[in-house]
């Protein structure tokens, strides 16, 4: 029986219903629903209430274990190195360049302390210090994610952060040496094998045996994105993300094998990831859509890919470059793509987007592991407004302010005009008092 081919949809920036099409094909809800709300607020509930307990009574229901104390969850140091051991010299060799450059990447956006002072002696500044204790969660069952622990934790130890605690579920029991490997690289302090809503109850309120954290980094499921929503305001966040998404612009030049790769790369990840190309030359569209028909059958994950290029993928013809600059910034992608001549070129035009990958050979997927960026970034629009995870998220900027006689005098004259203004009296007889005669 012949392969069925892909049913990707094909839309038209010069089709009149273009709009429509395109709203419909980003839309993405990303709130969950009440039943699943309510499953959460039970759990952190109990979290907080319980402790130890009922993150072990969860554990052993939701990852199908048998344990009976916290001991138990915990991976020691010993391990961690054990696992270093265990896995093959090629892999360890490939986690320590990864993690080579992440670092070396990161070390660029750390922030320093400043102040100035000015005539009258008033001193001004901004103390830069790092978070005392962060979480980290990443995903585990079937899935292992090497990359994440990388990725989440090296940021963390550039900024200077005392201590990295992370989670990651271990259903069964099972739980990827790789995983394990990479926590011992990049510095972990101490690992737990919990997940789900009740790791990040955990993290948040602390327990007797998971210390509170002040923020808590890393992808999960709809479970941990709803968790992670409802506990924001006791602990601090990344993002909440939602599903992987791709958008390559190419010019037509580019291999059509290459880039139908590139736009199963993020298919692969989920049903619900979006991988979108746009190209000024249809005739490419068609090159590129025979590539995917002919290289699915070669996948591992062929139904999942299938599933996210029928769902919320599409192959979209503009008339020029112009035209797909314009939509990458309405799109504001979490990954792009730049598959063109001279990239470089294009770059001021883009306002929008997570990350950008710059010419034909730059495969996303490089950036997904070792390039040195970061590949926590922002989805569903959210470039808009947000950055990649770096050094920054887990610095403090403190604000340093300190007057000499005269200028607390020249300030209080001010001060005490606009606090009374406010009829904050208080705050202007305090200004007062320093006011000289």
């Known amino acids: 029986m012949p392969n069925r081919s892909i049913d990707i949809k094909r839309l038209s920036y010069a089709d009149i219903n273009f709009d429509v099409q395109l709203e419909a094909l980003l839309a993405w809800e990303n709130i969950s629903d009440s039943r699943v709300g309510q499953v959460v607020d039970d759990v952190l509930a109990d979290i907080r209430q319980r402790g130890d307990q009922a993150l072990i009574d969860y554990t052993n229901r939701f990852d199908r274990r048998k344990v009976s104390s916290m001991a138990e969850l915990e991976v ?65 069952g079937k899935a292992s994610y090497p990359s994440s622990v990388l990725m989440n934790a090296l940021p963390a130890k550039v900024a200077g952060v005392s201590e990295i605690v992370m989670v990651v579920p271990a259903p069964e029991g099972e739980l990827s040496p790789l995983v394990l490997a990479a ?37 999960g499921n709809i479970y941990v994105a709803t968790a992670k929503r409802a506990v924001f305001g006791s602990v601090g966040l990344d993002m909440v993300a939602g599903p992987s998404e791709i958008l390559v612009v190419c010019d037509g030049e580019t291999d059509p094998d290459w880039i139908a790769m590139d736009l199963f790369s993020q298919a692969e990840h989920d049903e619900d990831a979006q991988s979108i190309l746009i190209s000024p030359n249809a005739g490419f569209l068609d090159r590129v859509k025979a590539s995917m028909d002919a290289l699915l059958p070669t996948m591992e994950r062929a139904e999942i890919i299938r599933a996210a290029l029928e769902n919320r993928s599409a192959l979209i013809a503009v008339a020029d470059m112009s035209e797909a600059m314009g939509l990458i910034n309405r799109i504001a992608p979490e990954h792009l793509e730049l598959s063109v001549a001279d990239p470089e070129s294009w770059l001021p035009e883009i306002r929008h987007a997570g990350a950008i990958f710059m010419g034909r050979y730059t495969a996303e997927a490089l950036g997904d592991y070792c390039a040195g960026p970061n590949h926590v970034l922002p989805t569903s629009a959210t470039a808009r407004f947000s950055s990649p995870l770096g050094v920054y998220d887990f610095q403090k900027r403190t604000s340093i302010i300190m007057c000499s006689a005269e200028g607390a005098s020249t300030l209080g004259k001010t001060a005490s005009v606009l606090a009374r203004g406010e009829t904050f009296t208080a705050h202007a007889r305090s200004a007062e008092y320093r006011i000289k005669d």
């Not at 993690?99 to 102040?115: L, T, V």
């Not at 997940?195 to 309120?205: D, H, V």
């Open 183 to 219: 926590a011992a690289i990049a510095g972990v302090d101490r690992v737990f094998t919990v997940g789900g809503a009740q790791a990040i109850g955990a993290l948040a309120f602390g327990t007797e045996s998971v210390p509170r954290v002040d923020k808590i980094v890393g992808p």
């Open 76 to 140: 020691s140091a010993e391990d961690l190195q054990q696992a270093l051991v265990s896995i093959t010299d090629i892999e360890r060799q490939s986690l320590e360049i990864a993690a080579e450059r992440i670092s070396h990447y990161h070390q660029h956006q750390k922030q320093e302390s400043w102040n100035y002072r000015e005539a009258d002696g008033t001193l001004l500044g901004q103390q830069i210090t790092p978070l005392d204790r962060v979480g980290i969660y990443v995903p585990g």
